[in-house]
């Protein structure tokens, strides 16, 4: 069992940056491999940025390359969403994930809000 719990979230105005966290609680932290997916209301959860166990392979949506870095901390169990240049558009709850296999694991979410 992984516990995952986010932090960072808030009210930001556009062109504003935020830095979520997300803890793990998992004794083989990089067993895994983490991601940020993000759901606005009356919307699909949609998938963000990942990252792969040992870090060095990341992916992202199209709508936040270049203005979004994941990355993780292996020693501190954590992994990191830098989000610059933030839209209106952003604003969702932002949950991360980890990965293993067939096994997903979720955290209860962070609130962003981006105003115009």
């Known amino acids: 069992q992984v516990q995952l719990v986010e932090s960072g979230g808030g009210l930001v105005q556009a062109g504003g940056s935020l830095r979520l966290s997300c803890a793990a609680s998992?004794?083989?932290?990089?067993?895994?491999?983490m991601g940020w997916f993000r759901q606005s209301p009356g919307k699909e959860r949609e998938f963000v940025a990942a990252?792969?166990?040992?870090?060095?392979?990341?992916y992202y949506q199209d709508s936040v390359k270049g203005r979004c870095t994941i990355s993780r901390d292996n020693a501190k169990n954590t992994v990191y969403l830098q989000m610059n240049s933030l839209k209106p558009e952003d604003t969702a709850v932002y949950s991360c994930?980890?990965?293993?296999?067939?096994?997903?694991?979720w955290g209860q979410g962070t609130q962003v809000t981006v105003s115009s």
């Open positions: 990252i792969s166990y040992s870090g060095y392979n990341t």
């Open positions: 994930n980890a990965h293993r296999g067939v096994t997903d694991y």
């Open positions: 998992a004794r083989t932290f990089t067993n895994y491999a």
